[in-house]
């Protein structure tokens, strides 16, 4: 009787640690696909503000701009905020809090402030890459193999848990 039990909180013990483990990866592995986003973003902005070309007076996209990136929107606003220029413009302008990453940045030539750059990338990439990642982990074919096969239980139940994020 004592074995049964001991088995079971070194049972109950590993399904903890490997929970723990797998929800470590799982986070840093996201935060590093956010980060990459962001530089993403930064450099695409940088370059799009390279190429900026003075049309009357107004900022306009120059070259380059029809080659964004697969998913990525870039518009260009005026000082006051009304839309100058997008680079797709069948596409709605981005806010932050529906799914999308936004950067922000001053359109400057000569010194003189002419509008904001805001490029965007949709944050369901990353939700993508993260389950296909997850899906794809040996790791993790191996927890959901360990679930399936000990039935109902404790244990189970945390990897189960562990391996539905």
Do not use: K
Not at 2 to 10: C, D, G, P, S
Not at 19 to 29: D, E, I, K, Q, V
Not at 151 to 156: K, R
């Amino acid at each position: 009787m004592i074995r049964v039990r001991l088995t079971a909180w070194y049972v109950v013990l590993l399904a903890l640690i490997l929970s723990a483990f797998s929800a470590y990866l799982y986070f840093s592995f996201t935060r590093d696909l956010h980060e990459e986003l962001q530089r993403a973003l930064a450099s695409e902005a940088d370059r799009l503000i390279a190429n900026i070309e003075l049309e009357s007076g107004e900022p306009q996209f120059g070259e380059g701009s029809e080659t964004l990136p697969p998913g990525m929107l870039a518009t260009l606003h005026d000082p006051a905020g009304n839309l100058l220029e997008a680079a797709d413009p069948r596409q709605a302008e981005p806010e932050t809090a529906n799914g999308w990453a936004v950067l922000s940045r001053p359109v400057v030539i000569d010194g003189v402030e002419l509008g904001v750059l805001t490029v965007a990338r949709s944050e369901a990439d990353i939700e993508a890459a993260v389950h296909a990642r997850v899906s794809r982990s040996a790791g993790m074919r191996l927890l959901r193999s360990v679930v399936d096969r000990s039935g109902s239980g404790p244990p189970a139940t945390a990897l189960a848990i562990a391996t539905s994020a």
